[in-house]
């Protein structure tokens, strides 16, 4: 197996620069961590970064990071950070901003990426999904157009969702918390508390479960709160997602065409205020999740790992924490949650994302107003 070497760059603190030769060299400034796969070592690559959303890697080795004000900024594997130009606006607020990013698997043939954002509407903000065409050069976002806005919109700043997944067959999965409003997440006849999946260019695939029916035909399953963590199973290239409960029920599922995730007639959680959520934890014919925390985490970011430098995490699923200011990995066996190991606990505080860099290392992303992104290797 052919690792990277990271050389270290004198004056760039915990930087790292990719020759594509032999073995990875842990930067000095790294702390070390104990875990069940062994140490690990984490580095700070680069910052500060104004409350950064979303990773995405270039074939070229550099990463384009999101911040949720509305700045796309290209790091380079040295740490070095440039702007991109030609972003689309914004309405920036609460947790509404500038959100997902993903690059195109084709990406060295068309150098097209897909962002998430709440995009302005008068008074109104919706979640919409972006196609656009990076440079040669990767300082300006061109041919930009939306292919897809959320509906109907909403005065809230709250529950974009908002992560965008390329499946295998080049359809998008996107998805769309339901901005404050619980009963529009049952609603056949809206977007709000959504999973949708659309074609690349915004079209409607033919094959998605309620094409004709009563429902949106871009709806693919509904009863959802707020997803913000969503990643495909490497092996199966099925979808899975995190979605945040209210005082506690966050969620692990795997959403399947034209299900019911039951949100907010049933939830492991409870209201802020202590109160009963719906009709309790089951109902028949709504779905149950895969795994719940309660009490809450305020999980983000979903990834799940190879296994290329971890072989004891292959098929793990890896999960950005909020509030307790953590990384959880959830052991897993099939489509079962066998056992959760928390990492990095208030150490370097609000994980947004996370997602497994082109050599297995894993990289996140703090969300704060001098956020950083950082990289975790193999401690030897």
Known sequence: MRFALYALIAGLTGTALYFGLTAPIVAPNA???????????????????????????????????????????????????????????????????????????????????????????????????????????????????????????GTASIHFGSRVVEAPDGTLWVTLGERGSKTHAQSPANHLGKIVRINRDGSVPTDNPFVGGIELDEIWSIGHRNPQGAALDPETGMLWT?????????????????????????????????????????????????????????????????????????????????????????DRKGDEITGEERLFEDVYGRIRDIREGPEGAIWFVTDHRDGGLFRILPAN
């Open 242 to 330: 995190v979605e945040h409960g209210a005082k506690g029920g966050d969620e692990i599922n795997k959403p399947a065409a034209g299900k019911n995730y039951g949100w907010p007639i049933i939830s492991y959680g409870v209201n802020y205020d202590g109160s009963k959520i719906g009709e309790g934890a089951q109902k028949p014919g709504l779905e149950q999740p895969v795994f719940y925390w309660d009490p809450s985490i305020a999980p983000s970011g979903l990834m799940i790992y190879s296994g290329r430098l971890w072989p004891d995490w292959k098929g793990d699923l890896f999960v950005g924490a909020l509030k307790f200011q953590l990384m959880s990995r959830l």
């Open 31 to 153: 702390r070390n961590f104990d875990t069940s796969a062994g140490e690990v070592a984490v580095a700070k690559i680069a910052g500060p970064l104004a409350h950064p959303w979303a990773i995405t890697f270039l074939p070229d080795k550099t990463m384009l990071v999101t911040e949720r004000g509305g700045r796309l900024v290209q790091i380079t594997p040295e740490g070095q950070i440039a702007e991109v130009a030609g972003v689309p606006e914004v309405r920036a607020g609460g947790q509404g901003g500038l959100l997902d990013m993903v690059a195109a698997r084709d990406f060295a043939e068309t150098r097209e990426i897909f962002l998430t954002y709440s995009e302005p509407d008068d008074q109104y903000s919706h979640t919409a999904v972006a196609v656009a065409r990076l440079d040669d050069d990767a300082r300006t976002l061109k041919d930009v157009r939306v292919i897809f806005r959320q509906s109907p919109g």
